[in-house]
């Protein structure tokens, strides 16, 4: 596994801090963007399936659901140090989402579209050329250990 300079370690947690700082509403934000990105996902949770983006920003169980992603990203990206421990992190949720129909597409979207985004939104003038760099170079990483969970877990499957 490719490993992060600290420099980049650094970049990516002076970014985190700024996100830390509001974690509930930040994961509502980022559903909010991802629903707004890609209206079709919304059909994938029940519970948020015709409702206005305005009524999901104001329910409950879309505070919970945010507050818990954001939760996992949360020890993902504090363990970038570790990154064995933050890959085991992120092969728990590939698992998991697995059951719910949530494939490579979905998590490929959520880490390449969707996350520069909302970092650039929440981030401003501080998500600079050389820290959206850090956070790709991230983001290729936890890709390849989500292609790699998803390729043994179809082995698994088949046999």
């Not at 990516?12 to 801090?17: F, R």
């Not at 934000?29 to 948020?48: E, N, W």
């Not at 818990?68 to 363990?79: K, S």
């Not at 085991?88 to 129909?101: A, D, F, M, P, T």
Request: aromatic share 8%; charged share 20%.
């Amino acid at each position: 596994m490719v490993d992060l300079t600290e420099q980049q370690k650094t970049l990516i947690a002076n970014g985190w801090a700024v996100i830390k700082k509001h974690l509930k509403q930040n994961g509502v934000d980022a559903f909010i963007m991802l629903f707004t990105m890609k209206p079709a996902y919304q059909d994938y949770f029940s519970t948020f399936k015709g409702m206005s983006m305005e009524e999901i920003a104001l329910s409950g169980k879309m505070r919970a659901h945010g507050s818990m992603f954001m939760g996992a990203l949360a020890g993902i990206i504090e363990n970038l140090d570790d990154l064995e421990c933050a890959a085991e992190i992120l092969r728990s949720k590939v698992q998991s989402h697995e059951k719910r129909n949530i494939g490579r597409q979905h998590f490929h979207d959520l880490l390449y579209a969707v996350l520069p985004a909302f970092l650039a939104q929440k981030l401003g003038n501080e998500f600079t050329d050389e820290a959206g760099a850090a956070w790709m170079t991230a983001v290729d990483i936890l890709m390849s250990v989500i292609d790699d969970e998803l390729a043994k877990m179809a082995q698994l499957s088949a046999a």
